[in-house]
């Protein structure tokens, strides 16, 4: 098949973003650093994209992260009435709920490897690459 598309099977050297940022007029261009290829175990799943993983016990309670899955968007799940946000959006988008235990049933309670791509400062909230 001439027009199917390749994939690449290489998981040890994650896709990195290259950048063209040169310090001065006479510097050459550089390439982004390549993330670091991280390993943890998926603790509970938010939603189709996004889950939180525990890393190993170090003198005290595992250290746990969020990751989104980068370059991707899920259906999202409705926030539940509290008092802190009442009726905002009572409703799930469709199939919010099917992505949500799609990606819970691969992942959950598994060991994975996973990379963070990049991060939003004001939130906080870090995206990334996650492998089985």
């Not at 001065?24 to 996004?50: F, N, Y």
């Amino acid at each position: 098949k001439a027009n199917a598309p390749t994939f690449r099977s290489d998981r040890t050297k994650p896709h990195s973003l290259q950048t063209n940022m040169m310090a001065s007029s006479d510097a050459a261009p550089k390439a982004a650093a390549q993330p670091q290829l991280l390993k943890g175990i998926v603790k509970s799943v938010l939603s189709g994209d996004t889950v939180i993983i525990r890393g190993k016990p170090v003198n005290g309670p595992p250290p746990e992260r969020q990751l989104s899955l980068g370059h991707c968007s899920a259906p999202r799940l409705a926030r539940r009435p509290g008092a802190n946000a009442p009726d905002q959006n009572p409703k799930d988008e469709p199939f919010a709920w099917e992505s949500r235990e799609f990606l819970r049933k691969k992942v959950l309670g598994k060991e994975v490897e996973f990379t963070v791509d990049y991060a939003i400062p004001a939130s906080g909230r870090q995206f990334g690459q996650l492998y089985l």
